[in-house]
Each structure stands twice: as structure tokens, then as C-alpha cells.
């Protein structure tokens, strides 16, 4: 099994501050994405990916409660945090 789990909340979360721009589309569509960011409350059915952190030492401690061996630990900072995938296997009966 591999599990790949950010280990920090990136820094652009929440986005940018809004930005203007005279373009009248552009000016629109970055209008209603502040408010739906922002505002999700006011938009039924508004959809929000979100993404939490979990430290290391809480990741390997659910993986040692649910009885796995974790093989290995390994860096992957491609995204611009620290992400960490995790190796692990379920041990020989």
C-alpha cells in the first residue's frame, strides 16, 4: 500500500487576494470566484475541495494501530510543500 499525505497546508491556500482587471469576462468570472471562495454559504451545492495536514508522527501512528509495517518514508516536495508517501505493508500471518 502507498499513502500519500501533505505534511504542511501549502501557502497559496486561501488563493491570491482579488485581483482587478478590465477585461469585462475577466472581471466577472474573478468576481464570482472571490465570492464563492469566500462566501460559500451563499451558493447551494458550492463545492470546496479542501485539504488538511497531517504530521508525520500522527500518520505513522495510525498505520502501526491499524497493524502495519511501514517500509519506508520519502520525501516528495514536487509540489511546492513537503509531502511525504508512505510505504507500508500489511505483515506476514
Known sequence: MSVQVPATVPAGDPPERFR???WPPTVWMRARRYVRYHYPGWFSGTPKMQMYAVAREGVLECLA??????????????????NLIYIARKPPT
Open 65 to 82: 494501530d491499524g497493524g502495519a509495517e511501514v517500509l519506508s518514508v520519502d520525501a516528495d516536495g514536487h509540489a511546492g510543500f513537503e
Open 20 to 22: 482587478l482587471s478590465f
